[in-house]
């Protein structure tokens, strides 16, 4: 092999070694377009529907026949809308991480204008007074996560299977790595 080769093929190893390295920072940019455009979204979602968490998956079946578990929820939660006996809500109970789907049973108007109300899941025989942090008989408007507006059947099956199955989660996971490393082209 003479010296004009071996400059051609450290050339070519040069020129290919460029090519990866533009190559995976263009796939870095990617990743981190596809993951800020996500974040932007749910921070619209969040602005355009004033909820905290837009979005919601139903965990129980507490709330059947209206809702399933796995239901997609909807939500929005406009400060100015009076909270109404048989609306469905999302609250969240200090102490709890994971907000909870009920419907409103009962509204407590006291005279200075301040509004409490007691919720209970449709498929449950007593009210969510257990449910509350102690001592708390009402919820309040800051403890409304949000509203149920609509909802997707069964879609949210899928994050309850990878919680419920960590394995799974970590086993979908790989695959999908898996498949991307294989198809870098």
Known sequence: MGLASILQVDEMLGDFNRMNKRQSLYQVLSFAMIVSSALMIWKGLMVVTGSESPIVVVLSGSMEPAFHRGDLLFLTNYKEEPVR???????KVEGRDIPIVHRVIKLHEKEDGTVKFLTKGDNNNVD???LYAPGQLWLTKKDIVGRARGFLPYVG???IFMNEYPKVKWAILSILAIFVLLHRE
């Open 128 to 130: 969510d007074r257990g």
């Open 157 to 159: 099956i899928i994050t």
């Open 85 to 91: 006996v048989g609306e469905i809500v999302v609250f």
